[in-house]
């Protein structure tokens, strides 16, 4: 369990604003969190020690598929049609997995972004954390809150 919150706080504090596109060349946020619980976004301190040809920016996810926590990363930031994410397990048993952003005025989404209408998004709005909740037997629920940088 304490491995996978310390892959899981690494990724978060290494957040950035930075938005990609999707295997259609559709836009996608910085972060999302959709209908199925899967969180995904851009994140900074990629390590490249043996000098690729790719970006030290990295679009990482996290998804519960049966019982099993998965790390979801693409090799690159804005897809093509034959990207494919890499999944990497962190945690089996786990029963229930809950992402939620928090905004600066303390309220909670379960999903993000939130829909503006095209109107612009009151700074109290603005994604400020995300807090995890995970179901763990034995330990019960898990909670956590990691601040997002430079939001």
Do not use: H
Not at 33 to 59: K, S
Not at 103 to 130: C, H, K, M, V
């Amino acid at each position: 369990v304490q491995r996978a919150m310390q892959f899981i706080q690494r990724d978060f504090l290494q957040y950035v604003d930075r938005g990609v596109r999707d295997m259609l060349g559709e836009p996608l946020p910085a972060l999302q969190i959709d209908a199925n619980g899967l969180i995904e976004f851009t994140r900074l301190g990629w390590r490249n020690p043996l000098a690729r040809q790719r970006a030290e920016v990295q679009r990482v996810g996290y998804l519960l598929e049966q019982d099993t926590l998965y790390r979801v990363y693409w090799n690159v930031l804005d897809r093509a049609a034959d990207s494919e994410p890499v999944l990497q397990e962190l945690l089996t048993g786990v029963e229930r997995v809950e992402f939620v952003a928090l905004d600066r005025s303390g309220n909670e989404y379960s999903f993000w972004p939130q829909e503006t209408g095209g109107a612009p998004l009151d700074p109290a709005l603005r994604l400020a954390a995300i807090v995890l909740r995970i179901e763990f037997p034995p330990f019960g629920e898990i909670e956590r809150v990691w601040p997002l940088p430079g939001v």
